[in-house]
């Protein structure tokens, strides 16, 4: 691969993303990001200028993509409307960007015979109970609970189905739950570490025995390059880290890591349909391609996020207050 066109390159994952492909490989990276609210031209500051290039503009928009895609040697598709809350509040632009914004991009792919790694979620597969000790697999069925849980599971859908009918050179990955740097503060780790520094209690949905599969976004980002690189094409890989922990324990780490008392927290207003557990089998990903994770301690991952946050206030300050008053209007 010498050139990628990574669509929605200035949020969390992609951002990281850029910066792996440009720290890791020889190859140059154009971003295609329409800096919705949810994106920081702050995350992609201090990229190789000869190497790099953000170009403003929506995967809905046909030309733009059809443009871009015939320049490129692969695309990596992380665009999205990504926050589950939101899409209660307001599903059409998951619509929009998620399910419309996927087949644009499948059909100028399809048109230039461009590589294609879609970037999917662990949510198509809806939630495991708390007690199973099942976890999701590839061949596990198609069940997402919310709407935008609902568009991603469409998306993949599409890029199966431009597979099949048109040998579209394409893979997909479903991921769990993503931490690390440059994540927007209206995701659980970030609003809580955010709020501590603050000076305000953090907030736990209902009880909070909801359980998260967590992945540090620097072995999610080493998976999706290595399935770019040696993936089976049309093949499907979930990618996951054996990190389950449930809300509150998250929770209760993150004041224990600042120095604050672990009941230092506030129950707020449970998620609407709120999915109980994730769990992701990755022993396809870990035996074929042969990936590891490189952060194995939860602790230690979740510390150095802290001291991010803690040294980067000028990356989260501008998008906080907009953030808090929204969930305040819900009672969270
Ligand atoms: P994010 O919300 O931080 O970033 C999404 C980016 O897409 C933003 O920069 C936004 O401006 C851009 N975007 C939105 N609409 C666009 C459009 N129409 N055209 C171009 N760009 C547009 O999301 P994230 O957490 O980085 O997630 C990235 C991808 O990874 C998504 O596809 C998501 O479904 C998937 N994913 C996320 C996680 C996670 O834990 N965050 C886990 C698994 C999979
Ligand atoms: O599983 C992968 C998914 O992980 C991705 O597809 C999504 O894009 C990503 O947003 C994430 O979805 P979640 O809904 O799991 O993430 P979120 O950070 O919103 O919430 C994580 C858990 O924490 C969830 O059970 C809800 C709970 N929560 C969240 C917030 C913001 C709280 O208890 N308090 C909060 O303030």
């Given at each position: 691969m010498t050139s990628i066109l990574i669509t929605g390159g200035a949020g969390f994952i992609g951002s990281n993303f850029a910066h792996w492909v440009l720290a890791n490989t020889d190859a140059t990276v154009t971003v295609l990001d329409a800096?919705?609210?949810?994106?920081?031209?702050?995350?992609?500051?201090?990229?190789p200028e000869n190497r790099f290039q953000l170009v403003r503009g929506s995967v809905c928009d046909a030309d733009l993509v059809d443009e871009l895609v015939s320049r490129h040697d692969a695309v990596v598709h992380f665009a999205a409307e990504s926050h589950n809350d939101n899409s209660l509040d307001g599903p059409a632009p998951f619509i929009q960007t998620n399910i419309v914004g996927t087949f644009i991009l499948l059909q100028a792919v399809r048109k230039h015979d461009v590589r294609l790694h879609h970037i999917s979620t662990d949510e198509v597969y809806g939630d495991l109970e708390l007690d199973d000790p099942a976890k999701f697999t590839p061949q596990t069925r198609y069940n997402p609970s919310s709407p935008y849980s609902a568009s991603k599971a469409s998306s993949d859908l599409l890029v199966r189905a431009w597979v099949r009918s048109f040998g579209v050179q394409a893979t997909i990955s479903n991921c769990s739950n993503n931490y690390g740097p440059?994540?927007?503060?209206?995701?659980l780790i970030p609003r809580q570490i955010t709020e501590i520094l603050e000076g305000r209690r953090p907030k736990l949905y209902g009880a909070g025995l909801n359980v998260r599969d967590w992945i540090h976004v620097d072995d999610h980002n080493s998976a999706v390059w290595t399935i770019l690189e040696s993936g089976r094409l049309g093949e499907t890989y979930l990618i996951g880290a054996d990190g389950e922990l449930d809300n509150k324990t998250v929770i209760e780490l993150i004041l224990e890591l600042m120095g604050q008392p672990t009941d230092a927290y506030d129950h707020v207003n449970d998620r609407p349909g709120h999915d109980l557990r994730y769990a992701i089998d990755a022993t396809m990903l870990r035996e074929e391609l042969g990936w590891q994770p490189e952060y194995t301690n939860f602790r230690d991952g979740l510390a150095a996020t802290i001291d991010w946050y803690r040294n980067n206030e000028s990356w989260w300050r501008p998008q906080k207050a907009a953030t808090e008053a929204a969930y305040a209007a819900k009672g969270q």
């Open positions: 800096m919705t609210y949810a994106a920081n031209e702050a995350s992609l500051a201090g990229l440059r994540q927007h503060v209206e995701k």
